[in-house]
């Protein structure tokens, strides 16, 4: 062993033992798991592992590291490179770039399918689609089966796809799924099993892979036992952080690729699960020791380094009145005098204001905006902090909500690029060539059916003559089809291109055309971060930049921004100070109606997750008056809120409990009354009815 491996010393006892398991003792050994509570250091100690297993001996390029989102694997592999140079003195990025295979589940199928496709009858150049375009297609053939009518109350594409994609993730029946997550569905059993399987065939045709795909056809490569050796042998090492929200696909590619479990690590917390709602299933991880013989190692921590005790002693005392029982009991050393604080306010607007100027206050104590977040449990409870930030200009980046790419124009400028990349695209194609004027939804159709089928789809689109109306265009298009086609021009060249056909289209669309243009200028600066148009395109279908406050993509970097995020999208982060926005019944836990059990349990591990992300401060909000979005007869409405039943009165003195603004008993009664409205749309209706 090298001798400089101060690092090492920085690790607790367990963690250390984490670190080193199986290290120097030759080939990779048996199987680790590492489960452990919040902050206790699972993805600081899987990083240092990493690295120890790179300083001694084991080759970056052979190391497979999944994590929750590209932002995580990034992170970690510049952690990594940070352990790992202070022994190695390699040069600034090396490790990085060694470290190859870091990504998501998603991410990394994608890439090995495009490596192995030749061997798996899969066009190399597939297009994915994500799960807006998956949704479309879903609906075509939906239209196309006469499964759309209106009356008949057939379940909608967005649902249509949520129940596919259930099915696809947790290898299960489709009648099962049906009568268990979406009884209202049932009755349909018969004409979705008919719509999934024109979907796959569409899919097939088409040359499109939607997300699911990518972990179906990598479990699909595994299940063929030369082709599961050719993958496995491609790697020595296999870290996941995360693995309380992996679904059973994703466990079944994982044990394929170590039937034996040698060299697998997997490190996780089961009480901090909330992705079931995706297929995540946390018997993956409570099964993991046994999936092996002999079974996996298995290393618990229990010192938080995160928060101090009064923080960690609130969210500990929310888990512990969980129905299940989580065998951790976790503890800090960091103590400190402030306890978090549970706040009531009026309603949204006065924990919009409660919340800036915390912000600011904690801004002028020398804590950047950037090490302070908001977190809350569905991205459109945002809205009015967003409304107050803008306000006050002050810069924001918002996490799991709007993605930049979901804006119309960039999404038509990408439809061009992946059309291009795979004219059989018929979504893709459908987008683009109805941009144009005079061509509609039946001359698009044709022309993209004649081009499903041939050998050289471009070339059936090239010498298509002009619809009536649309001949210049038309022309024009065809031109730009045929020079991406053929990539002469490299990239991010190509998107120039593209950019010069599509922006008079988009003037002629959009009346904010200026604003949109600096859009389109940022997808260029982007773009060229890509070496192909193909990793591109690829890699922001899979993981798109969020948006930030002012709409213009990925903020720079040495910029100061307030962190917006969902709950769901916090997961494994940490910030100095953190507000919890909306703490009240009916937003967490968010549906009362329908929960079972279950589903709530779920809902107390999202506040778990989102208290214990704060390390000094933490801001519990409770609206007195709550805004809810219904689709119900009663419309959008205000109701008046209770504080979240996770927090019950038992747990209040563990919390500074606040009034804000600080109010005398008085004036609390003049708090009550909810705006005056009125229906007169109704009224106007009832004036013609008898
Ligand atoms: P989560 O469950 O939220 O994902 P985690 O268990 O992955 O949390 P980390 O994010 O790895 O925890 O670590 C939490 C914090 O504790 C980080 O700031 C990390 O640097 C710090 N930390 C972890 N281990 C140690 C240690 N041995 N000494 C000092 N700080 C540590
Ligand atoms: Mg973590």
Redesign the pocket.
Known sequence: MLANLAYLD???PE?RRAVEHGVGVGAATGPLLVI????????????HRVAHLIVNGADPRRILLMTFSRRAASEMSRRVERIAAQVMGTSSGAVTDALAWAGTFHGIGARLLREHSSQIGLDPAFTIHDREDSADLMNLVRHELGLSDAKSRFPTKGTCLAIYSRVVNAQGDLDEVLKTVFPWCAMWGDQLRGLFSAYVEAKQRQNVLDYDDLLLYWAGMMANPAMAAEVAGRFDHVLV??YQDTNRLQSSVLLALKPEGRGLTV?G?DA?SIYSFRAATVRNILDFPVAFTPPADIIT?DR???STQPILSAANAVIELATERFTKNLWTERQSNAKPQLVTVRDETDQARYVVERVLETREGGTPLKSQAVLFRTSSHSGPLEIELTRRNIPFVKFGGLKFLDAAHIKDLLALLRWAENPRDRVAGFRVLQLLPGVGPASSGKVLEAMLDAPDPLRVFVDTPPPPRAAEGWKDLQELMLRLGQRQAGWPVELGYARHWYEPLMEHTYEDALVRQADILQLEQIAGGYPSREKFLTELTLDPPDATSDQSGVPLLDEDYLILSTIHSA????WKAVHVLNVVDGCIPSDLGTGSTHELEEERRLLY?AM??A?DDLHVIVPQRFFVTQQSQHGDRHIYAQRSRFIPRALVPLFDDILWPAVTPASITGIAPAPVRIDISAQMRGMWSK
């Open positions: 920085k690790l607790n963690q452990a509570g919040a902050g206790s250091g699972k993805t600081n100690t899987l990083a952080d995360e490190v917390d901090q921590l938080n380094y995160r997961k494994g982060q940490e997750v214990t992300r390390r």
